[in-house]
């Protein structure tokens, strides 16, 4: 019904920039929330920001200041750009969104697939 798909990921020496997307698409009434977490090998998934429908937005502590989460409302997109990029940012990206499908006007959780991003030393 809803699929969420990113893009942007890659390798980057440290002090580096990337821009990460992920744009939601199938039976969608309205999304709310957008976001992105980062799972690191052997560690635990982390919430790294999140924007509301409002634009509202939500960073944890190690990512701000560095960067910046937007969406734009038309394309159904939300975008992660990462400036000043840290070895430490080495992770798999994932974006969420609580979408209210157009069907059913129930609201779930959607994710997507994961991209890597790779930041070298």
């Known amino acids: 019904q809803v699929q969420l798909v990113e893009s942007g990921g890659g390798l980057v020496q440290a002090g580096g920039s990337l821009r990460v997307s992920c744009a939601a698409s199938?039976?969608?009434?309205?999304?709310?929330?957008m976001g992105w977490y980062r799972q690191a090998p052997g560690k635990q998934r982390e919430l790294v920001a999140f924007?509301?429908?409002?634009?509202?937005?939500v960073y944890v502590d190690s990512v701000k200041g560095r960067f910046t989460i937007s969406r734009d409302n038309a394309k159904n997109t939300v975008y992660l750009q990462m400036n000043s990029l840290k070895p430490e940012d080495t992770a798999v990206y994932s974006c969420?969104?609580?979408?209210?499908?157009?069907?059913?006007?129930?609201?779930?959780?959607?994710w997507g697939q994961g991209t890597q991003v790779t930041v070298s030393s």
């Open positions: 969420y969104a609580w979408v209210v499908v157009a069907a059913t006007r129930i609201e779930g959780t959607y």
């Open positions: 199938g039976s969608i009434f309205s999304i709310n929330t």
């Open positions: 924007i509301t429908s409002g634009g509202n937005t």
